[in-house]
């Protein structure tokens, strides 16, 4: 949907879901956090894993001249100048761990939980994204909500002029209607402009989450829905089960069960497998026996190493690594009740909030009955214009205060919504 703008600039909408598309495509922590994810995911890959074997290739050539003088036994002497050797070989070897004491077994599962742990706060950083979105997305709304209203007001003033005008010239008020129209004009002049800088810098904001241009021009939906009561209350139910908080600390239990567990395989001695294969050739020079002499061959061996007592290195890790987890799940305990707490402010807040946005409401109705009437009244004479610009007044109030009540409990929502685990699983 198109919409027309000042000037020729068309301002396209901007949905709710478009921006949260964008968001999850281009957004800059978004983007560094998927990139951690793959880190994570490299990490814990098999060769990763310590379980596959070293091979090692080695070459090498020598080459020798020699000047050389040789007494035989006979007393005769020989004496070789230049004489020329080399010596090649080559050679491949493979070193293989077949039992390390568990350890390797242990890191092995905890890269898989680290990369868990990752997608864990990719996960919270998306939601954390998503909620810093649909705030600045409603503040958009709800500002462009406010400069219709100012707007509105402002015609309604400056008509006002006209007529004070018109009045003053066939004696029907005083000067001092057309100043008090003229002062009321230049001031919902001021409100509107505030406002509308405001609403761009807002956008800006924007732009800058979904990674547009910052000039990019676009409007926003003012329509808001609010979940379902009882389907929020199914949500509350689980949120031990889901918040992102408690399922982060709980990989990191597991991360430090299973350094408990490497720490231990200190205590397990270690067995390997060495094998190597070889190649060499060697062209001797005159002076030596053998002309040539060219070998090949394999060699294999299988080895044991025990640490017997390493200095109370091992003991020293699983106390601490005992320590840290005593600590995790200290912390999981607080984290607890943290969202209970949370939990619990959110869903009064929320309600609060709603009632609140219902109150306005019917403020609004109440507020713009009454400015009717009063510019009916004004109209024929039986109020002054202070009286009118009160009235005037109160509805900008009761109007604002209302799209201000309706944003704020939406966002009273989507933050319970991210406690309960929910935010990337419901549409809102």
């Known amino acids: 949907m198109l919409l027309l703008v000042s000037g020729n600039t068309i301002a396209q909408k901007l949905t709710k879901d478009e921006a949260i598309r964008l968001t999850l495509e281009n957004n800059f922590g978004i983007l560094i956090a998927t990139n951690n994810i793959d880190i994570a995911k490299n990490n814990k890959g098999i060769l990763n894993s310590g379980y596959l074997p070293n091979v090692s290739g080695n070459a090498s050539a020598v080459y020798n001249k020699d000047n050389i003088e040789a007494e035989l036994s006979n007393g005769e002497v020989n004496v070789l100048d230049g004489a020329e050797s080399d010596r090649y070989n080559a050679g491949i070897d493979l070193n293989y761990t077949l039992f390390d004491g568990l ?23 998306i939601e954390n994204t998503i909620l810093q979105l649909c705030t600045v997305y409603f503040e958009i709304a709800r500002l462009t909500e406010n400069v219709e209203i100012l707007e509105e007001t402002l015609q309604i003033s400056q008509e006002r002029i006209t007529r004070a005008d018109y009045q003053f010239e066939y004696g029907q008020n005083t000067k001092l209607d057309v100043l008090n129209a003229e002062v009321d004009v230049a001031n919902d002049s001021i409100n509107l402009v505030n406002t509308r800088q405001q609403l761009q810098n807002t956008k800006r904001d924007l732009n800058l989450i979904i990674d547009k241009d910052l000039s990019h021009i676009f409007d926003v939906d003012t329509t808001i829905s609010f979940i379902n009561q009882l389907q929020l209350d199914g949500f509350v139910e689980k949120t031990m089960e889901n918040n992102v908080r408690i399922l982060r600390n709980k990989s990191n239990i597991k991360i430090n069960e299973y350094d408990l567990k490497v720490s231990k395989s200190g205590y397990l001695p270690t067995i390997g497998l060495t094998g190597s294969y070889g190649w060499n050739k060697n062209n001797n020079n005159a002076a030596s026996f053998l002309a040539t002499l060219t070998s090949d061959g394999l060699s294999g061996s299988l080895n044991l190493t025990w640490n017997l007592f390493d200095g109370g290195s091992t003991i020293t890790q699983i106390k601490n690594a005992r320590i840290a987890i005593e600590n995790q799940e200290i912390q999981q305990k607080q984290i607890e009740q943290e969202i209970k707490r949370d939990i619990a402010n959110a869903s009064g807040n929320y309600k609060n909030r709603l009632n609140v946005y219902k109150i306005q409401q ?48 939406k966002i009273a929502e989507l933050q319970l919504l991210q406690l309960t685990g929910q935010l990337l699983n419901v549409k809102f």
Do not use: C, M
Not at 384 to 389: G, K, V, Y
């Open 103 to 125: 350890g390797r077994f242990y890191n092995y599962k905890r890269l898989k939980e680290q990369y868990n742990l990752s997608e864990l706060q990719a996960r919270e950083t």
């Open 362 to 409: 019917q403020n609004v109705i109440t507020n713009q009955n009454n400015f009717e009437r009063s510019q009916e009244r004004f109209k024929l004479g039986q109020i002054t214009s202070i009286e009118f610009r009160q009235a005037q007044i109160n509805l900008i109030l009761a109007e604002t205060n209302k799209n201000s009540a309706k944003y704020d409990a």
